[in-house]
């Protein structure tokens, strides 16, 4: 009955043991790729917006980000107008580790899809994100 979602969750769970074992000489977690990439496309973006880009809860993305400071990733600052807002930048090691994580994302990518056609890849893209935009929906009523 649940099909899709189980096989989302299962690709997804594969998905994060892939990239935590490939991320593990970089000394990151799974979840922080995502968190970095976003980062590094928007530096200064507030820790709201970034709860809300990768859809986690405030208190993992504060904590998750108090790891990435530690680590030397991620400087968090308070914002230039409204100095309750904390904004976060990538650090030099963020950017020197970022053609690496995104060549991790990468071959992840062309590996799982490498059999489906372009066509095919554009359908799956075009339903997920439908299906995102559908979860969206939901998450903004409650």
């Given at each position: ?12 769970r594969?998905m994060n ?10 000394e990151?977690?799974s ?39 530690e ?28 053609p ?30 439908d ?11 409650q």
């Amino acid at each position: 009955m649940y099909t899709i979602t189980k096989r989302m969750n299962d690709l997804v769970r594969c998905m994060n043991r892939y990239r935590a074992e490939q991320l593990a000489p970089l000394e990151l977690k799974s979840c922080h790729a995502g968190y970095l990439l976003e980062i590094c496309a928007c530096p200064g973006i507030s820790q709201e917006q970034l709860s809300r880009r990768i859809y986690a809860n405030k208190s993992n993305v504060a904590r998750q980000l108090a790891t990435l400071e530690e680590s030397g990733y991620v400087e968090r600052r308070p914002g230039e107008e409204d100095r309750r807002v904390m904004e976060v930048y990538p650090t030099e090691k963020a950017l020197a580790a970022l053609p690496k994580i995104q060549g991790i994302m990468d071959h992840w990518e062309r590996e799982v899809a490498g059999s489906l056609s372009d066509q095919e890849r554009q359908r799956l893209t075009a339903l997920l994100e439908d299906m995102t935009r559908r979860a969206e929906g939901l998450l903004e009523e409650q």
